[in-house]
């Protein structure tokens, strides 16, 4: 006989926040379903989201009281009581007015008032229409947020209310429910951190249509910035072209060229408290780049002119204060010596040596084989793994170095 699964979120308590949108009825059954996995809700209504949805469909379902109000006072000092209980608050749907007090810190609510009482993973999924979404205020409410650690859920494209179709749809349950339970599952040990990871290729422009670049798919920079994210750090993601979404949580700069990852890395690098570059940035640029398409026939073609790109890890090692920084070496021979040399040179934290020629490795797998050297050139050797998998190597190895300061600090105090 087969045992039965485990419930999900058994022994989890969770605040829903659930605010006015017309997706509000969603939220009914985003409820049953983290009852069914066994969560302890607790269900906050803003206003508005009870004219959708009557409070006593949360109250029967959930089995708690559903809270309203701020000044009720027989639900007294729940602003407090509620998220020192919690291990995460889900806000879903959420409405641009939600995002823009949330972002703001207004408390005129017992739903927003909870945001500031709460130290415990925030979670919002919102839906609304989708030039609301697209607006310069949203995105930057939405950028603050994140920035601060919460854990947006973006909509997705399909019709709306409005009768159009666009990208304002609350995400599918699925989906909200996985990202609760990766949140809730991994230890958060990165809160606190900022870390700045690049990802992906760079472009270089020979003529306004034809370019320069590498192999790069940019997955393994990515894997870095969500595995990070999930551990609770503040991330942005400084990213060449690639193909990829970009993760839940995650900030994201797009860049093109060397020149312009440089500026927005080295616009960031006082913000960061660890910096990892997994692009692969170009090493030469087209000295001449032409500003209109050349044609076959010119005479640029004859002999393309080369010139070194900067090295931007090299750069952020020089004007660094105390972040971590950690390089990749994408190597085809000797992979550690030729990584150590790297370590030493640009003096790194730690470098990630990948034999991009390992089978079932390297540029554009989902799986990668690495060895990790640190300042004092400890190695780990580590198998084939799921490039997610690596990622979480990768952050525990600088956990380690974050460590061996404390220690040493504590030891000469
Ligand atoms: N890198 C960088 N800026 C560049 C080139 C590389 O910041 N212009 C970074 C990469 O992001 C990576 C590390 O440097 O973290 C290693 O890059 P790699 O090209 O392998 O090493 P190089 O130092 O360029 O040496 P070589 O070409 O001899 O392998």
Not at 263 to 273: C, E, G, P, Q, S
Not at 326 to 350: M, S
Request: charged share 25%.
């Amino acid at each position: 006989m087969q045992a039965e699964p485990i419930p999900k979120f058994l022994g989890k308590r969770i605040v829903l926040g659930v605010t006015g949108s017309i997706a509000a009825y969603k939220a009914v059954e985003l409820l049953r379903s983290l009852v069914r996995e066994g969560a302890h809700v607790n269900v906050v209504l803003t206003e508005a989201a009870a004219r959708f949805v009557a409070p006593l469909t949360f109250e029967v379902l959930s089995g708690q009281p559903v809270a309203t109000d701020l000044f009720a006072t027989h639900q007294e000092m729940l602003h407090l009581r509620l998220p020192e209980q919690a291990d995460a608050i889900v806000v879903a749907p959420a409405t641009a007015h939600f995002l823009a007090k949330a972002a703001l810190g207004l408390a005129d609510d017992l739903l927003s008032t909870l945001l500031l009482t709460t130290r415990c993973p925030l979670i919002i999924a919102p839906a609304m229409d989708g030039d609301m979404w697209a607006h310069p205020t949203v995105v930057s409410h939405v950028a603050q947020l994140r920035q601060r650690g919460a854990l947006i859920i973006d909509p997705v494209e399909g019709p709306l209310a409005s009768g159009r179709i666009g990208q304002g749809r609350l995400a599918e349950e699925t989906t909200i429910l996985a990202a609760i339970e990766a949140q809730l599952s991994r230890s958060r040990d990165w809160v606190g951190e900022r870390v700045l990871v690049s990802a992906g290729p760079t472009q270089e422009p020979i003529d306004p249509v034809r370019f320069i670049s590498n192999r790069s798919s940019g997955k393994m920079g990515y894997a870095i910035a969500q595995a990070a994210r999930e551990r609770g750090a503040a991330v942005t993601l400084v990213t060449g072209p690639t193909s990829l979404p970009i993760p839940a949580g995650v900030d994201a700069v797009a860049v093109t060229t060397a020149e312009e990852m440089e500026k927005a890395l080295m616009m960031r690098l006082a913000w960061a408290t660890v910096i990892i570059m997994a692009a692969a940035v170009a090493d030469f640029r087209p000295k001449h780049p032409a500003d209109h398409k050349l044609k076959k026939t010119e005479h640029a073609w004859k002999s393309l002119t080369l010139e070194p790109t900067r090295d931007i890890l090299h750069l952020l090692s020089k004007r660094r204060t105390s972040q971590i920084l950690v390089g990749f070496a994408a190597e085809t021979q000797n992979l550690v010596a030729h990584a150590k040399e790297k370590l030493i040179r640009k003096r790194l934290d730690l470098i990630v040596a990948n034999d991009v020629r390992a089978e079932g490795a390297g540029f554009g797998s989902d799986m990668n084989a690495a060895t990790l050297i640190d300042r004092d050139q400890r190695e780990i050797r580590l198998p084939l793994m799921p490039k997610r998998e690596l990622a979480h190597h990768i952050l525990d190895a600088i956990q380690r170095l974050r460590t061996d300061v404390r220690r040493t600090c504590s030891q000469t105090d």
